[in-house]
């Protein structure tokens, strides 16, 4: 017999057939093998189901949003880009602007651009467009946040709450109400698409940084330069990007490589890194325009109070609404800063300091240092950007989703799959609950701009700018009377309230020029419209407020005949939006009154042009084709007034078919229009000035001589301010009535232009 096989004392194995076993038979190998080929599995399901648990909480959020229109700076897309977008160049325009000014927001002018060509003005659209972009965000964010998951917890993954953790983070964003304003409000939408854009680049980013092949690091990286263009399009807060890229590469150091090792291994990475940094401060020397912020009604800060209120706003409102979010407003309330030395400030700047040191501190806990990382660095950006809104629920959008990430990683104990005590789990679903419901309440504020404005002066009830804007409000809302009673409360409390002076000066604008009294209410206009343009200039406010201050106050002066002032300030008007429709009529009305027929005849034309139902536009382009004084402009002036007798019948449009109808030879037509207006207002000098010439024509030579003396005794400017024009019979040419009363001159026995020859 052969002596049993000798086995080792300690292990007992078999030494003799130890060269004949294999690593992979190993039971514990075999077990390990099978469990990283479980965790490199994706659970497509879950990942669906998660997704539409995301959608259905956006929707019972958000669905109220569908009820709202355009409110507060939403009419900037009705003023400003409905306008702008009819011009050729303009996308040409958007291109060259974005090259040359990359944080101009022209991804989002581009955005609102496709909605009005697909969608008009209808606001459901917009609000719809609204919500996809918050899903997508949030998925986007989701989908980061599951794949950080998988990477940092790749030992154990079925412990872990691999799915759990993403799905409450995203959630927290998709309900929280600080971030309703970024989706209610249709202009709010630079936060959730510049969120899009900054979430999809930290995925490629992710993907390159773990790439093991040259060629898909390389790929991965071109689109995350791509989208961290569009988020710098999109927002001053995608300059952040690199920044988080940064932590998020020592976040993902490997731990068996040292430092030196790592940099090596990785030094094309930080290469990329490191470019995108240098485009940062590149691209902020450019300048920031926030065409599409809430503060085009407040004043321009000093840079010093500015900076120090970022920080106080940390602390008086952003941290407090994200734990207790009520008080929400458009304008946050108590958040501007005394100066440089105020308590809060300091206190906001320790709090950032802090957060820097304990991301340090969670190293160890990559998920919530990065959580924390992505909440610090998205805020700092607007800091470095002085402008008029000093706060802004939009601007913590990102900043939600960092401490959303940061909360859902420190319950990653009671959110893992083997956890039996369900209460953590329970209260997790409950705030979601609630904060559903409370951003579903705070959706029905963006329904209109008074129930906006309403909540805004309900949570500061001292603020002057709120009331200032509802008084606006009101008055546009042909609540004048409201309006006027709330504007005089806010100056009261501010002086220096910009909205309620315009607020003032457009409700005493008369809604009929020739109604009783309307002289007087435009003076009265014309003082409160004054000081809204100089306090708009003044205080650096917005284009929309100065843009409207300027085309009241230019409405007003056309009506008092203040020609060359309401040029003026109508071609500084024209020059940020060339084709109001608006403001072309008031410009040509001016030309009118200064007797620059041809310009003035230009200029309404290109107006009418773009809205040729508007009756307004009559009477100035009969006017203007009259004083232009050609054989084909008098016959437009005598169509135009034909037609608009039809549409909006008055005494001066009857007098301007009068005077076409005179320069074409048509006298008894002319004589009967004539006196159609002196029956109704008697003392009419353009009217007897008119009627006197026909007189002469019926060889009535003295009284055509006294109507006309009387005319001018009431109006001694008529020859300058109404040329009136007939054909001349000896050379059929169109001349100057007034050479009717020279004494060498006869008066055609007849009309000299027959109706073959108009």
């Known amino acids: 017999m052969t002596d049993p096989p000798k086995k080792h004392i300690l292990t007992g194995l078999d030494i003799a ?48 949003s569908f009820l709202g229109g355009f409110v507060f700076n939403d009419h900037y897309i009705d003023k400003f880009i409905t306008i702008r977008i009819a011009d050729e160049s303009f996308w040409s325009n958007l291109v060259i602007r974005a090259i ?164 090596k291994k990785k030094s094309a990475d930080f290469v990329f890194v490191i470019f995108l940094a240098i485009l940062v401060p590149a691209t902020a020397m450019r300048g920031f325009t926030a065409d599409f912020s809430n503060g085009f009604a407040l004043p321009l800060p000093t840079s010093p109070v500015y900076i120090a209120s970022q920080f106080r706003a940390l602390i008086v409102y952003y941290w407090r609404c994200l734990l207790v979010p009520l008080g929400l407003s458009v304008y946050p309330p108590f958040v501007t800063a005394s100066g440089v030395t105020d308590l809060l400030a300091i206190l906001g700047l320790i709090v950032i300091a802090a957060a820097f040191y304990v991301i340090y ?32 629920d939009r601007r913590f959008y990102l900043c939600i989703a960092g401490l959303s990430l940061l909360l859902a990683a420190k319950m990653k104990v009671w959110l893992a799959p083997g956890q039996k005590d369900y209460r953590i789990r329970a209260c997790a679903c409950l705030l979601i609950v609630i904060f559903s419901a409370a951003t579903a309440a705070r959706t029905c504020d963006f329904q209109s701009d008074i129930s906006l404005l309403t909540a805004a002066t309900r949570v500061n009830k001292k603020d002057a700018w709120p009331k200032g804007m509802l008084a606006l409000s009101l ?77 009241a106050l230019a409405s007003a002066l056309v009506e008092l005949k203040e020609y060359q002032r309401a040029k003026a300030l109508t071609a500084e008007a024209l ?79 009857h007098l301007l078919l ?11 037509e002319s004589v009967q229009w004539t006196n159609t207006v002196l029956q109704e207002q008697p003392n009419n000098a353009k009217a007897m000035y008119l009627h006197s010439f026909q007189l002469l024509l019926m060889r009535q030579s003295k009284e055509a001589q006294q109507l006309r003396a009387c005319a001018l005794q009431l109006e001694p400017d008529l020859k300058s301010k109404m040329p009136v024009l007939f054909v001349n019979k000896e050379n059929n040419t169109i001349t100057h009535a007034e050479n009717l009363f020279e004494p060498k001159m006869t008066p055609p026995a007849k009309a000299p232009l027959s109706r073959d020859k108009k």
């Open 658 to 668: 009068a005077r076409a109808a005179f320069a074409m030879g048509r006298i008894p």
């Open 17 to 64: 057939n130890l060269g004949k076993a294999r690593p992979t038979r190993i039971p514990s190998a075999r077990s390990a093998s099978k469990i990283h080929k479980h965790k490199q599995k994706i659970r497509w399901r879950r990942l669906a189901i998660d997704a539409a648990i995301l959608a259905v909480i956006i929707i019972v959020a958000y669905a109220l």
């Open 361 to 392: 501190k969670l190293r160890k806990e990559p998920l919530a240092a990065f959580g924390l990382g992505l909440a610090v660095m998205t805020f700092l950006p607007p800091i470095f950007f002085i402008q008029n809104e000093i706060a802004a």
């Open 100 to 263: 040359s000014q990359p944080l101009s927001q022209s991804w989002i002018a581009a955005s609102f651009a496709f909605d009005l060509q697909n969608f008009g003005l209808e606001a459901v659209w917009y609000h719809i467009v609204n919500l996809i972009l918050h899903f997508l965000s949030c998925f986007y964010f989701y989908i980061l946040v599951y794949r950080l998951a998988k990477h940092f917890w790749s030992t154990h993954t079925d412990e872990q709450p691999l799915h759990a953790v993403p799905l409450l983070a995203a959630a927290l964003l998709a309900c929280h109400p600080l971030a309703c304003e970024s989706v209610a409000h249709i202009t709010g939408r630079p936060a959730t698409i510049m969120a899009c854009n900054f979430f999809l680049a930290l995925n490629f980013f992710l993907s390159g940084f773990l790439a093991t092949k040259i060629t898909a690091a390389l790929r991965n990286y071109v689109f995350t330069f791509i989208f961290f263009m569009l988020a710098v399009f999109s927002d001053c807060q995608g300059l952040a990007l690199p920044a988080v890229m940064f932590l998020l590469a020592l976040l993902l150091k490997d731990k068996n490589l040292s430092y030196t090792n790592w940099l």
């Open 475 to 551: 008055v546009d809302a042909s609540k004048a009377n409201q309006g006027i009673d709330i504007a005089e409360q806010a100056i009261k409390t501010n002086k220096d309230c910009q909205p309620a002076y315009l607020a003032l000066g457009k409700a005493h604008l008369p809604q009929k020029s020739d109604a009783r009294g309307a002289l007087a209410m435009y003076r009265l206009a014309k003082t409160e419209l004054e000081t809204a343009l100089s306090l708009a200039k003044s205080q650096h406010l917005g284009p929309s407020l100065l843009f409207e201050s300027q085309v």
């Open 575 to 653: 020059a940020v939006n060339a084709n109001s429709i608006m403001l072309n009529l008031i410009m040509g009305r001016s030309l009118n009154g200064l007797g620059q027929y041809l310009n003035a005849l230009r200029c309404l034309d290109k107006g009418f042009s773009r809205d040729r139902t508007n009756p307004d536009y009559i009477e100035p382009l009969t006017e203007a084709a009259l004083g232009v004084g050609t054989a084909s402009t008098i016959s437009t002036a005598y169509n135009i007034a034909k037609m608009g007798l039809r549409i909006r019948p008055s005494p001066n449009l």
